[in-house]
């Protein structure tokens, strides 16, 4: 069980009065890609972080659970579902010694060709915030801490390292910042991600308007701000304006130059109190200086959690009216024609990040032969192949060049 409040401040104000600048900092950047540094000497354990928006990625590509994509779970309008799904990555999360999983991720589906729409919920920051809270609530209930990303503005794929996304500060509450509001207030994820891009040309792992004035100031958030992965640009201006934690690890602008920094009086140590403070809480929350009660809810591709993806993915399916009376399949149909790659290669999630190695795969295929009991011919067709890619048109063809297209 996580400490009270009370609790937690009185056990950070102790730690922090036997920390040296060095400790402190240390805690303010990854030891390697997925891990944060241990302070041996005070009994501070290392934290170990991994991705997690539709199950666990294991770092080692072991097996998990695969639950829906995130554009899957918020068609379920099911926020008791989506608890339960939140709750169940939670548990494999623990099989696997991860404390804090990154996920959700709840950028506005500003564009469809954004590339990462299927990890996100919605173009409705209304109904992306609800199935959030949902999420969030259901992993940290089992001891497990979230990281609500990528904050914020971060909609598409397109320049994304290093664009801007420039708008009204209106636009920017109303529809982009809409989304983050309810989930940090009512349910208070322990980490929120700071995306890559620049908002109205401030990088936002820098972004003071952002992370000191609305996120802390105005929205009262005391949990951790950590980069992406790469996103931290700066030593003064980051600490100074918001960023608690750079990953991955090693530090390449805390670290040593942020104690320089201190020394020369660009950074306040008070400033780095207040960081090492929030990384301190986010230990302390996921039970970490208490002997980690939480290991014994582990639980890995289990029946029940395969239970809670397959009801999730049913839930989430909009299916064509069944006007005609197609299904059920009529017991005196003898013959059923099955077409398509997907059919036996199904895309059952997205790439990238989010990817989770499934525990088993059954294909529709599988699933209609299975179902149909042996008692109708299922006819297959593959159809035409996804891969390789159909081949590009000549270039020339694309030249206004007269003769060409007159002779070629």
């Given at each position: ?24 900092v240390s805690l303010m950047a990854g030891r390697d890609f997925w891990t944060l540094p241990a302070i041996e000497r005070l009994g501070i354990p290392s934290l170990r972080v991994s991705d997690g928006p539709t199950g666990l990625r ?15 779970l918020a068609a379920t309008w099911n926020e008791g579902l989506i608890h339960e799904v939140g709750a169940a990555i939670g548990r494999e999360a623990i099989a696997h010694e991860v404390d804090v999983l990154l996920a959700p991720a ?115 958030y005391d949990g951790v701000v950590v980069s992406d992965w790469g996103a931290t640009k700066t030593t003064i201006d980051a600490a100074n304006n918001g960023l608690d934690l750079e990953m991955p690890g090693p530090a390449r602008h ?155």
């Amino acid at each position: 069980m996580t400490p009270h409040a009370p609790d937690i401040d009185a056990r950070i104000r102790k730690l922090l009065g036997e920390m040296s600048l060095e400790e402190k900092v240390s805690l303010m950047a990854g030891r390697d890609f997925w891990t944060l540094p241990a302070i041996e000497r005070l009994g501070i354990p290392s934290l170990r972080v991994s991705d997690g928006p539709t199950g666990l990625r294991s770092v080692n590509s072991e097996a998990a659970t695969v639950f829906p994509v995130g554009v899957a779970l918020a068609a379920t309008w099911n926020e008791g579902l989506i608890h339960e799904v939140g709750a169940a990555i939670g548990r494999e999360a623990i099989a696997h010694e991860v404390d804090v999983l990154l996920a959700p991720a709840v950028n506005i589906q500003r564009t469809p060709l954004g590339g990462r729409n299927f990890e996100t919920y919605s173009e409705d920051p209304r109904l992306a915030a609800e199935i959030a809270t949902a999420y969030v609530t259901g992993v940290q209930s089992e001891g497990v801490g979230t990281s609500l990303k990528h904050y914020a503005a971060n909609n598409q794929e397109h320049e994304r390292m290093s664009g801007s996304s420039d708008m009204s500060e209106r636009t920017l509450r109303e529809i982009y910042l809409a989304v983050y509001e309810p989930v940090i207030r009512r349910a208070n994820p322990w980490t929120v991600m700071g995306a890559y891009n620049k908002v109205n040309g401030v990088f936002a792992c820098e972004n003071a308007f952002l992370l000191e004035e609305v996120l802390k100031g105005e929205w009262g958030y005391d949990g951790v701000v950590v980069s992406d992965w790469g996103a931290t640009k700066t030593t003064i201006d980051a600490a100074n304006n918001g960023l608690d934690l750079e990953m991955p690890g090693p530090a390449r602008h805390f670290g040593a130059k942020l104690v320089e920094a201190v020394r020369e009086g660009e950074v306040n140590e008070t400033v780095i109190d207040d960081h090492a403070g929030r990384l301190l809480r986010l230990i302390i929350r996921c039970g970490l200086l208490d002997g980690n009660p939480k290991s014994a809810r582990a639980e890995l591709a289990s029946d029940r959690h395969r239970a809670c993806a397959r009801d999730a993915a049913r839930q989430s399916m909009v299916l064509l009216k069944n006007e005609g009376g197609l299904l059920p399949v009529a017991p005196d149909v003898k013959r059923v024609a099955v077409i398509g790659q997907p059919a036996y290669m199904p895309a059952i999630q997205g790439g990238g990040s989010s990817q989770v190695s499934p525990d088993r795969i059954v294909s529709p295929l599988e699933g209609f032969k299975t179902a149909l009991g042996g008692k109708v011919e299922i006819v297959f067709e593959r159809g035409l192949d996804h891969e390789p890619a159909p081949p590009q048109i000549d270039w020339r063809l694309l030249s206004p060049d007269e003769s060409f297209t007159r002779h070629g």
